[in-house]
Structure formats: C-alpha cells, structure tokens
C-alpha cells in the first residue's frame, strides 16, 4: 500500500537516506527542514505539510553542547511537531532514538532526547521509538569536532555501532507497519572501540591525524564500559564498519 509519509529532518544524514528510500518503495514523501520552508521551531508550515500524512519520521538532529539549549529545542520542535500530526490525523509517529540515553545523564545531546522520548511516549499520536547504536561515522564526527592543529583527543569508547543506510531502511520498513511502543535496540554486527574506529576512518580517507585516547567534557568518563552497548535481544544490522569503510563516502 503506497503511503504518504513526513521525514522531519530530511536534509540530515539519516533523514535524507530515509526519504530516498520510502521513494525507492514507491511512497510519497514529505521532507521537513528549515531550508524546505517547514520551521520545527516556530511551526510554521507544519499544518500544510502534514496534509493528507498518515506517518511521521522525526530524524531531526541538534549539534549544540548546551544542555538547556538542547532540551529546549528538542522540546519546542517535538510539541510543535505532535500538535500537527494530531491536528492532522496523522496514524504513526516514529522517533529516531539513541541506545543508553537513560544511562548518561551529562550529556547534551542525551537530555534532548530523553526530552523527546517523554514527549512522544506521553502523546495521543500512535508511536514507535527506535533506540539505534552511534552510527559508523561517528569516529568521523568526533574527529572533526575535537582536532587541533593535526591532533584530536577521542574518547575511548566502547560501542557496536551501525551503517546510515541500515538505519535509513529500518526506519522506513517500521514507518510503514503499524506502531510498536518502544522497539527493542537496534545495533551494527560488532562492538568497536571509537579510537579504532577514527584511526581506521582517517586511514581509509587519507586524513593525516595524532588520535589522543582521552574522556572529555564532551564525552566523559560516564559513557565507559557497556554503557552504549544494546540490551539483549537487540535487533542486528548486517552491515560491518569494515564493509561501511570499504564503500565510497
């Protein structure tokens, strides 16, 4: 049955991956983002958007390291999004989640989605979450955000993480099914260490790096261990981060 579906977040790596393939399956999609005229914040342009909508993707991201800020703007965008979807009749709503937020309470980022989560699982509007591992270009990520000058401190994390694409697929084949509550955790085939990870990553692309394995304020010492490993009978994704390294980025 073709379906109308609403990716929020749409330009963001997983929200375009996901858009692309609910296409690909032949579904009409909607993509929400600021730069496409649908303002999460203001909620301008939402209602017309959701017209005719019968499930949301909301895959919309935050990059500040203000926790206020964070859970502000996780809080406004998912209020404004959850009004519109139930003016609009809207049937599934499905949250891009992250595994072990309830684990890390430092976090910025962390508390934004549990804000998320709480708003979503209180709201009149069907839903699914989907907690998923950190992505295989996380070590990417990190990398970029802490270095200086050829060196860059990186958190040894230990982590089973997953490939975009993977989550991209997962998302879409959930969106179109009928909601399930809080989905188990999704995860990649293998645990990995962050350090490892961003050495093999700059490798691959020829990044000349000094990786410095070290907690920062960022990523602190509260996310060591099996923190954000996935629970038992975790959903597992094919693809490996030495397959993901090998594809062209």
């Known amino acids: 049955m073709t379906m109308r579906i609403a990716v929020a977040g749409a330009t963001g790596n997983i929200g375009a991956r996901t858009a692309t393939v609910l296409e690909q399956a032949g579904h009409e999609v909607v993509r929400i983002s600021r730069s496409l005229g649908v303002d999460l914040i203001t909620g301008s342009g939402l209602d017309a958007a959701l017209t005719g909508v019968d499930a949301v993707v909301?895959?919309?991201?935050?990059?500040?390291?203000?926790?206020?800020?964070?859970?502000?703007?996780?809080?406004t965008a998912t209020r404004n999004l959850l009004a519109a979807e139930e003016r609009a009749g809207v049937r599934h709503h499905v949250l891009l989640s992250i595994v072990g937020?309830?684990?890390?309470?430092?976090?910025?980022?962390?508390?934004?989605?549990?804000?998320?989560?709480?708003?979503?699982?209180?709201?009149?509007?069907?839903?699914?979450?989907?907690?998923?591992?950190?992505?295989?270009?996380?070590?990417?990520?990190?990398?970029?955000?802490?270095?200086?000058?050829?060196?860059?401190?990186?958190?040894?994390?230990?982590?089973?993480?997953?490939?975009?694409?993977?989550?991209?697929?997962?998302?879409?084949?959930?969106?179109?099914?009928?909601?399930?509550?809080?989905?188990?955790?999704?995860?990649?085939?293998?645990?990995?260490?962050?350090?490892?990870?961003?050495?093999?990553?700059?490798?691959?692309?020829?990044?000349?790096?000094?990786?410095?394995?070290?907690?920062?304020?960022?990523l602190g010492s509260e996310m060591a261990g099996d923190v954000l490993l996935p629970g038992e009978n975790a959903r597992i994704a094919p693809t490996t981060f030495d397959a993901w390294l090998a594809q062209p980025q």
């Open 58 to 75: 909301d895959a919309m991201s935050y990059e500040g390291a203000d926790r206020d800020e964070a859970v502000r703007y996780f809080g």
């Open 101 to 218: 937020i309830d684990r890390v309470e430092g976090n910025a980022h962390y508390a934004g989605k549990r804000e998320q989560e709480r708003l979503v699982a209180d709201s009149p509007v069907p839903w699914t979450i989907v907690p998923f591992t950190q992505f295989h270009d996380f070590a990417a990520t990190v990398t970029s955000w802490t270095e200086q000058d050829g060196v860059a401190p990186v958190p040894p994390l230990l982590m089973q993480p997953i490939a975009p694409a993977d989550v991209a697929h997962i998302l879409a084949e959930i969106a179109t099914g009928t909601p399930q509550g809080r989905y188990r955790d999704v995860a990649g085939p293998e645990p990995q260490d962050l350090v490892d990870m961003a050495r093999r990553t700059n490798d691959a692309r020829g990044h000349a790096v000094k990786l410095v394995p070290t907690w920062s304020s960022l």
